[in-house]
Structure formats: structure tokens, C-alpha cells
């Protein structure tokens, strides 16, 4: 995977990600999105912390299940 961030001016960033796996793609996968600094007064960054496999934890019951 490649990525590439693009300073647009001082409030924008432009986010490119390009995945390439012969294996597993059968062309490369491509995107891109601008990200935006927040403008609101008196905007904190928060803490975040990462928990793995929090995606099971929160939406686990909705996997489609076999019986």
C-alpha cells in the first residue's frame, strides 16, 4: 500500500491510498479523499485508543450466521 498526503492550503489535506497485491487484487485499488481541519472553537484532538477487534465486539451480532 501507498500512501500520499498533498497540502492543499493551510485547512485541507488531500489523502491518496493505492493498494497493489497481484495476489489478491486482480488490478489496483485506488482512494482519495481531502481531509479537513476542524474549524470549530475551541476543537480538542481527544485521546483515541485502538482495541483490537473491536469490530466483533461492536457489530459481531450481525454477521450472517450458518447453521
Not at 32 to 43: G, Q
Request: charged share 35%; net charge positive.
Amino acid at each position: 500500500m501507498t500512501e500520499r498526503y498533498t497540502y492543499i492550503d493551510r485547512n485541507t489535506v488531500n489523502y491518496e491510498a493505492t493498494m497493489e497485491d497481484p495476489k489478491v487484487l486482480s488490478r489496483a485499488w485506488k482512494i482519495r479523499m481531502p481531509l479537513y481541519r476542524h474549524l470549530e472553537k475551541n476543537a480538542q484532538m481527544m485521546e483515541y485508543k485502538c482495541v483490537e477487534f473491536v469490530e466483533e465486539l461492536m457489530y459481531g451480532h450481525l454477521r450472517k450466521r450458518s447453521n
